[in-house]
């Protein structure tokens, strides 16, 4: 079972921030949060994955609460080629065996 | 360019038919993986490998079987046995050696049972 919960759809105007929330309140201190989008009908597309530390890369910032209880992916100027579902997924470090979970995700909608 | 190569994009398959979708990548990876994913849904686990000649059942194995004889090709059968075959299949990989461990998908195999 999937370990994360979002809301199933968000809209957010062109250019403008988009904030993905992501509750994960049984994360356990091994335990990454990893993102991923999928634009329709293409197979999902990494975007980042954190700890606990903050991160960011050329697509987005990832702010983990200080209880890492959740989680927020921010697209800072979303573009209308930012329409997809976003996954949410924690799983342990990058050579653990776990496998990954996808869930339903986030619908982002962006509109002109 | 590296990547992962799903062949083919779109099949159609008669009820009690046995089809095989190709999946073969490039990027050197250990690990490979199969996916199911229904509309409105995310993504469900098949079958997956983690080294040449060994691979494990994921949540849905039933009615599918895979094969790793090769490092870069990990085919997956959908049998006669699998109830409801049409739906969306996705192969990935993943190297064990980066410190990220994503995984890097294709573009997804649409299988639809006439």
């Known amino acids: 079972d999937a370990k994360t919960t979002q809301p199933p759809s968000m809209d957010c105007a062109e250019g403008r921030a988009a904030n993905l929330p992501c509750n994960h309140s049984?994360?356990?201190?091994?335990?990454?949060v990893y993102w991923y989008r999928q634009i329709h009908s293409q197979g999902p597309q990494y975007i980042i994955h954190?700890?606990?530390n903050n991160e960011t890369n050329e697509m987005a910032s990832l702010i983990i609460t200080e209880d890492r209880k959740s989680s927020t992916l921010i697209l800072p100027h979303a573009t209308l080629r930012d329409t997809a579902v976003y996954y949410c997924?924690?799983?342990?470090?990058?050579?653990?065996?776990?496998?990954?979970?996808f869930g339903p995700g986030t619908r982002l909608s962006v509109l002109p | 360019d590296g990547g992962i190569t799903q062949s083919p994009k779109y099949l159609f398959r008669k009820e009690g038919q046995n089809v095989t979708l190709s999946c073969e990548q490039n990027?050197?990876?250990?690990?490979m993986y199969w996916y199911r994913q229904d509309p409105g849904q995310g993504l469900r686990l098949i079958y997956y490998?983690?080294?040449?000649?060994?691979?494990q059942k994921g949540d849905i194995a039933e009615g599918y079987s895979v094969s790793r004889e090769k490092k870069e090709s990990f085919p997956l059968t959908v049998t006669s046995a699998q109830k409801n075959p049409t739906a969306f299949y996705l192969c990935?990989?993943?190297?064990?050696?980066?410190?990220?461990?994503?995984?890097?998908f294709g573009e997804g195999s649409r299988l639809t049972v006439l």
């Open positions: 490998s983690q080294i040449v000649n060994d691979f």
């Open positions: 990935a990989s993943r190297s064990g050696q980066t410190n990220t461990g994503e995984l890097f």
């Open positions: 049984t994360i356990s201190g091994n335990e990454y």
């Open positions: 997924i924690v799983r342990g470090g990058p050579n653990y065996g776990q496998n990954f979970v």
């Open positions: 954190g700890l606990k």
């Open positions: 990027l050197n990876h250990d690990a």
